[in-house]
């Protein structure tokens, strides 16, 4: 025990007992106090980073909660992408339909396409690690829930005055079908509408229709959808055909060898309704053509093209 050095701890007690010494080597309390400050070190490394993971697990939950919301608005966002892209199928529909309609070119039909790129992008944005990410992404879908907003109001608008458009080219349509517009027999104009000589008392006289000649049973078509009124025999003009086209519009076919259509019945333009003869007044095979708007004859060839 030579050269090692000691120190010495007395405890006194205040009663009649011995007294205590304590013999504690220098190398032993070095020991003791490096290995206090060991676990001081640990102590404050181990605290450190209960704190480090305890703000990061903070910082997840909050990046999972406004990734949870990220992916909500991207369901509601794409939900109304849906709802714009039936609007705008809806649309191309409709112009499709009109161009048949009117015969234009369907190639030239544009689709709306209402997928905005910056919805895109943030789609992107989702992927990076950003720690800016959120709310990058965040004002990109405010941007484009605004823009779909703004479609959501418009597109509408634009279905419901395409719809009144197709609407009103059907009606257009319609009119065009009941109006007399093509002839109604293949053959020669033999007396036009006006005032001509009259071919049985041989005096100036007023011929309230269009007269074609060819030869008998030449079929007679109808010159506009409508319906039959009569087909019966009429004084003077023989066997006739009255057909109601609608819009204030008749026309009647007289001088007919036989009909091929019935009172009542309804026609299209372009149907036979019966052929031609001789039948009533008349100087051989023709057709007697009348057109009449709101009950007054007028000029068929204004209607013929």
Partial sequence: MKGRKFYTIMIVPHSDKETVTLRIPVFAIGVFMTLCVALLFMFVMEYHDHNRMKKENQLLVQYKEEADLLRRELTAVSSQLAQIESYALALEQIELQIREERGWDAEKVVAVNPIDKDLLTSRD?????DKNMVTVASFVINDTKTDIAQLNQTLPVQQENMSLLLDQLAEDNQRISHTPSIWPAEGKVTSKFGYRKSPFSGRREFHDGLDIANRRNTPIIAAADGAVVYAQYQSG?????????????KTSYS????????????????EVIGYMGSTGWSTGNHLHYMVYRNGVPVDPIDYLP
Wanted: glycine share 14%.
């Fill in 237 to 249: 003009y023989g066997k006739q055909i009255m057909i109601k086209h609608g819009y204030g519009l």
């Fill in 125 to 129: 944005l989702l992927k990076n690690r």
């Fill in 255 to 270: 001088h007919l060898s036989s009909y091929a259509v019935s009172s009542g019945e309804k026609v299209k333009k372009g």
